[in-house]
């Protein structure tokens, strides 16, 4: 017997039939599906509206009539039930009036002050407004909300002012006072300590906004409680000592009467570095001995040049300091800047050598110019100092090199750091970035460094290039 069986165009008329019947359907069950989320998060609004003015009935009765206003998802201490809303602002006036815009995903539903149902429509960003608040000013500050100054002019970091809806609020719009808390100064004087509130109030098609910048004034402050509190400080070293980092930090000192800067905080003293080369080719000392405490260059730093500095500078010194001499053995993935820093306050030194020397004026030490860098690399934890290098084949450390205010391109610079394994060789910081071994009788750049008096204080400046810190006791 002959089995029958659906021929080919058969089985293609049935897909066809099957496929229209999908190309017809299931816009339809998605709009169905689509139709009731956008019901269900109506439903989510009108269930907050409920909620909030149950809210307010309970604070009448506790005498607390005051307006509420929940943002959400968080909104604090309101009872629902339903979606959580992703963001948006429920508002209950104090006349009785809800106001409200809340949004998910994909809905955004928004009842105004005078409208009398909730509307919900397609979610896009910044579109999700109550109404009567759309055009609300708002300020945005340029640089801190706070600003602590020392005796230092004021220059008014800036401004911006959209409204909520995104639109830009022109600048005549816009007006600023100051007040001093105190003195009730209506500017901000130098020469008077106190804290200044300066006040933006910007006013948009009768709605008005204001916002508050605080800087403080000050006489005088101690220079650790400065560094301390700077920005562009990382206590990154394996003791946690702060010290300012990157390109160009604010860390710019009045010292001798010359341009010198603070490396950072150590056991309450500042320790501070000429900006500028005592003297680019030096020879660290020329009996080719890595002893800093008989150095020819120690020699020189501590008398012509210690010589040199005016006496009211000379009076802020420590210039009995105790330097760590601890030297590394030599380059390998170990040498990293931690392992650095830890060798030279150590007490592997080289056979006869001192470990420490007291004394005014020093180098860097190797270590300081690698927690100079900002960089957050792994790698400029992680590798050896010795691999670092500004560019070339070995871009992947410049970061390193490159976010360092230490490093210099000009000149190889002299460190305090010895090679243990040697009684010859010194650590230089490369023109290219590179921490290498140099032999003390050759030459390089060298920055005095020294360790200020731990009852020094900033009267003076700000830490940038153009208006420095001033020291006084």
């Known amino acids: 017997m002959k089995k029958k069986a659906f021929t080919l165009i058969e089985l293609l008329a049935v897909i066809v039939i099957l496929a229209i019947i999908a190309l017809v359907t299931i816009p339809i069950i998605l709009n169905v599906v689509n139709n009731s989320k956008q019901s269900a998060f109506k439903n989510t609004a009108y269930g907050l509206i409920d909620s909030?003015?149950?809210?307010?009935?309970?604070?009448?009765?506790?005498?607390?009539i005051d307006n509420l206003v929940y943002t959400f998802p968080e909104a604090e201490g309101l009872r629902y039930s339903g979606e959580i809303p992703k963001g948006g602002t429920l508002r209950f006036h104090r006349n009785g009036d809800v106001s409200?815009?809340?949004?998910?995903?994909?809905?955004?539903?928004?009842?105004?002050?005078?409208?009398?149902k909730v509307v919900v429509f397609k979610y896009e960003e910044g579109k999700c407004l109550i109404p009567e608040e759309k055009d609300i000013p708002v300020i945005t500050l340029v640089g801190d909300s706070t600003i602590t100054l020392i005796k230092s002019s004021y220059i008014e970091p800036g401004y911006s002012v959209k409204t909520m809806g995104g639109e830009e609020v022109p600048n005549d719009q816009v007006k600023i006072s100051i007040l001093g808390q105190n003195s009730k100064k209506t500017e901000i004087d130098v020469n008077t300590p106190d804290t200044y509130i300066i006040t933006y109030t910007a006013t948009y098609k009768g709605n008005k906004s204001s916002l508050q910048r605080t800087v403080i004034m000050k006489d005088k402050v101690a220079i650790v409680d400065v560094v301390n509190s700077a920005f562009d400080v990382m206590k990154n070293d394996p003791d946690g000592n702060p010290r300012y980092v990157g390109i160009n930090p604010n860390n710019y000192i009045i010292f001798n009467?010359?341009?010198?800067?603070i490396i950072g905080?150590?056991?309450?003293?500042?320790?501070?570095?000429?900006?500028?080369?005592?003297?680019?080719?030096?020879?660290?000392?020329?009996?080719?001995?890595?002893?800093?405490?008989?150095?020819?260059?120690?020699?020189?730093?501590?008398?012509?040049?210690f010589n040199s500095i005016a006496t009211a500078s000379k009076s802020l010194i420590?210039?009995?300091?105790?330097?760590?001499?601890?030297?590394?053995?030599g380059f390998n993935k170990d040498a990293t800047r931690e392992k650095i820093y830890e060798f030279e306050r150590g007490t592997t030194v080289y056979s006869?050598?001192?470990?420490?020397?007291?004394?005014?004026?020093?180098?860097?030490?190797?270590?300081?110019?690698?927690?100079?860098?900002?960089?957050?690399?792994?790698?400029?934890?992680?590798?050896?100092?010795?691999?670092?290098?500004?560019?070339?084949?070995?871009?992947?450390?410049?970061?390193?090199?490159?976010?360092?205010?230490?490093?210099?391109?000009?000149?190889?610079?002299?460190?305090?750091?010895?090679?243990?394994?040697?009684?010859y060789s010194v650590l230089v910081v490369?023109?290219?970035?590179?921490?290498?071994?140099?032999?003390?009788?050759?030459?390089?750049?060298?920055?005095?460094?020294?360790?200020?008096?731990?009852?020094?204080?900033?009267?003076?400046?700000?830490?940038?290039?153009?208006?420095?810190?001033?020291?006084?006791?």
């Open 52 to 64: 909030v003015k149950l809210q307010y009935a309970e604070n009448l009765l506790n005498s607390n």
């Open 100 to 116: 409200i815009a809340i949004y998910n995903d994909q809905w955004c539903a928004i009842k105004g002050v005078k409208d009398e």
């Open 257 to 261: 009467n010359e341009s010198w800067r």
């Open 265 to 305: 905080i150590f056991n309450g003293q500042a320790k501070i570095i000429r900006d500028e080369f005592y003297h680019s080719s030096i020879v660290w000392d020329t009996n080719n001995v890595n002893d800093w405490s008989q150095a020819t260059l120690q020699k020189e730093l501590n008398t012509t040049f």
């Open 318 to 329: 420590d210039t009995s300091h105790i330097w760590n001499l601890g030297g590394i053995s």
């Open 352 to 423: 006869g050598r001192p470990i420490t020397w007291r004394g005014a004026i020093g180098l860097m030490y190797s270590s300081d110019y690698g927690y100079t860098t900002s960089s957050t690399n792994d790698i400029c934890d992680t590798s050896s100092m010795n691999s670092w290098y500004s560019s070339g084949d070995s871009t992947i450390y410049s970061e390193c090199v490159q976010k360092s205010w230490l490093y210099r391109s000009s000149n190889h610079q002299w460190t305090i750091t010895s090679r243990s394994a040697s009684g």
């Open 430 to 473: 490369n023109m290219y970035g590179r921490v290498l071994f140099n032999n003390a009788n050759l030459t390089g750049a060298t920055r005095p460094v020294l360790y200020l008096k731990s009852n020094i204080k900033i009267i003076g400046g700000n830490g940038t290039v153009s208006e420095p810190y001033i020291l006084g006791i």
